[in-house]
């Protein structure tokens, strides 16, 4: 990354508080399509800074809704949500082949896919609902959170079908969030390794960014009638998921970027000489055929 990255990587955490704190939804959902957009980020990375970010606004608001909990229905809930992360995040790791343009798509297709999903389905608000909705949802969202970083959708609309107060359905968000984000950053760094933590670490050094999108995005919240709050945001999502489809098409990749074939990013060493070359980097490159050729010795006189 160079600092053109790093300050549109804050430009974007920004934006995605302001519309977290005005809708009470989408940071995920904005940010991480549009991280892989604008920057040199690779999706697991992405995924990693998003969540350490939701996780980390996720227990500030908690801390002002802790009595609107509603503890007994959703441990086991968000239990079964954590047991379905990692299938997710051996799926994406897996994906990897096939290159970052495609898993841009795919990102920005489960983006229009689930807000088609949230806009189509609103259930009535009920008492209760049965248990295999809540359990279905929260392993949907589970997945999704390893997959794509996106899970919110599915708890959204199973947490519509209650006649829960505004405060308890944010407060189970929020919790949830803050349960499934330590899990889904382990099972990230069982994957991809130890720059899982340097990405979670760079997440918590731009939390004053995302502290400072709160407030407009609150004081937006309060001011603009809901229903209007929600169409610009899924109008803002709506676009970022189609220009992750059509991206490649509209501007591909130059192919004179990439390497070609016969250079050095294209050596294969196979294992005995990579061995040999740890015990002896110089009279084991004489002769070389695994790199295509002999090297000549240096000229010493």
Not at 158 to 165: F, N, P
Not at 181 to 203: E, F, H, I, K, R
Not at 240 to 268: K, R
């Amino acid at each position: 990354m160079d600092t053109g990255d790093y300050i549109m990587l804050g430009v974007v955490l920004l934006l995605g508080s302001m519309i977290q704190s005005a809708a009470g939804f989408a940071f995920g959902l904005f940010a991480i399509p549009l991280v892989l957009l604008t920057t040199d980020v690779e999706p697991f990375a992405a995924i990693v800074t998003i969540s350490t970010c939701s996780l980390l606004q996720s227990a500030f608001g908690l801390t002002t809704a802790r009595g609107h909990v509603h503890w007994r229905t959703l441990m086991p809930l968000i239990l079964c949500a954590m047991l379905l992360q990692p299938i997710g995040v051996w799926l994406l790791y897996e994906a990897r082949q096939l290159g970052e343009e495609h898993i841009r798509q795919i990102f920005g297709g489960i983006l229009l896919t689930a807000l088609a999903v949230q806009w189509c389905f609103k259930p009535k608000p009920r008492k209760r609902v049965h248990p295999f909705w809540g359990y279905l949802a929260f392993g949907l969202g589970g997945f999704f959170s390893g997959l794509c970083g996106m899970g919110g959708p599915p708890m959204v609309i199973w947490l519509m079908a209650h006649t829960w107060s505004t405060k308890a359905t944010r407060a189970a968000l929020w919790l949830t969030f803050l349960c499934i984000g330590p899990t889904n950053l382990c099972y990230q760094a069982y994957m991809n390794g130890s720059q899982v933590w340097q990405w979670a670490g760079l997440a918590v050094l731009f939390l004053p960014v995302i502290l400072l999108g709160m407030p407009p995005g609150i004081w937006v919240g309060n001011r603009m009638p809901k229903a209007r709050l929600r169409q610009v945001a899924f109008g803002l999502l709506i676009i970022i998921g189609l220009w992750s489809i059509v991206q490649p098409f509209v501007m591909p990749t130059d192919p004179s970027t990439e390497a070609a074939p016969g250079t050095d990013s294209e050596i294969n060493l196979n294992p005995s000489t990579a061995r040999s070359l740890m015990d002896d980097p110089v009279t084991s490159l004489w002769p070389c055929p695994d790199i295509g050729g002999t090297l000549e010795p240096p000229n010493c006189t």
